[in-house]
């Protein structure tokens, strides 16, 4: 359940839920099937519901009147696609380093500081072609872990003179498909090639991560009307200083 409350809550405020699913049992030396891959994807899973629940009239509106915005966000799933059908295994096994996660959650939280600089003037239906690709080739970029999907996607946005809601309100329709396409195609490696599995900690996991993935999409939209992301650029750079004192006083 912690681990689900995590991964809801990190999925969509830009801080990295993959830095936390990697440092939380790092930091408290948990290991077990709370420690898998398949276990992350019961999370992944949750946040996924959660996402539709919070977009699904907005993706009815997408398919049946928004044709164009609807193809922007197709086109810039594709760079995210190739990179997790191609790396993620790699990312896995070579990429889950805590001095790497730690290294880039202070160099997304720099960007982000510096597109809060940038005149923003646009709303969704303003999202031209090339904004929305050079959103979607940011976006892969959340292949290493503590860059953050919804960080670097909406500092880009903000960058592509995007407004800060508009901007998150693109990154959360852009990830849908990431999400269940990572989902997909982990769930039958990771259900099936193993043994047996305890199937009520997964639903807990994917539950917790469900409803706490509702309240972080709710809370982000609403704070970024008013509020700039230093806050959570702050978090970013103090959790780094905590892994790498973790990681010194481990040595």
């Keep these: 359940m912690i681990l689900g409350i995590v991964q809801g809550i990190t999925e ?14 790092w930091f408290f030396n948990w290991s077990g099937e709370v420690d898998t891959l ?5 999370l992944h899973g949750g946040t996924l519901l959660s996402l539709l629940f919070c977009f699904w009239k907005d993706w009815i509106d997408l398919i049946a009147k928004k044709q164009r915005l609807f193809g922007l966000i197709v086109l810039a799933s594709i760079p995210a696609g190739f990179a997790g059908f191609f790396l993620n295994d790699f990312a896995e096994q070579a990429l889950r380093s805590p001095l790497l996660i730690s290294l880039m959650l202070v160099v997304v939280g720099i960007v982000m500081l510096m597109a809060e600089k940038a005149t923003t003037s646009k709303g969704l239906d303003g999202i031209q072609l090339n904004d929305a690709l050079v959103i979607g080739i940011a976006q892969s970029l959340a292949i290493l872990p503590g860059v953050s999907r919804s960080g670097i996607t909406i500092a880009t946005g903000l960058f592509r003179g995007v407004g800060r809601e508009a901007s998150a ?10 999400i269940a396409g990572a989902t997909a195609l982990h769930f039958k490696k990771a259900f099936f090639d193993h043994g047996a599995h305890d199937y009520q900690l997964f639903a807990a996991g994917l539950l917790s991560s469900f409803i706490t993935g509702i309240i972080a999409i709710k809370f982000l939209l609403a704070f970024l009307k008013k509020h700039p992301l230093n806050l959570f650029v702050y978090y970013r750079f103090a959790l780094a200083v905590v892994i790498i004192a973790g990681i010194w006083l481990r040595r």
């Design 12 to 25: 969509f405020l830009p801080v990295s839920s993959t830095a936390h699913l990697i440092l939380m049992p």
């Design 38 to 42: 398949t276990f992350d994807v019961a």
């Design 169 to 178: 309100r693109f990154s959360f329709l852009l990830s849908t498909p990431i």
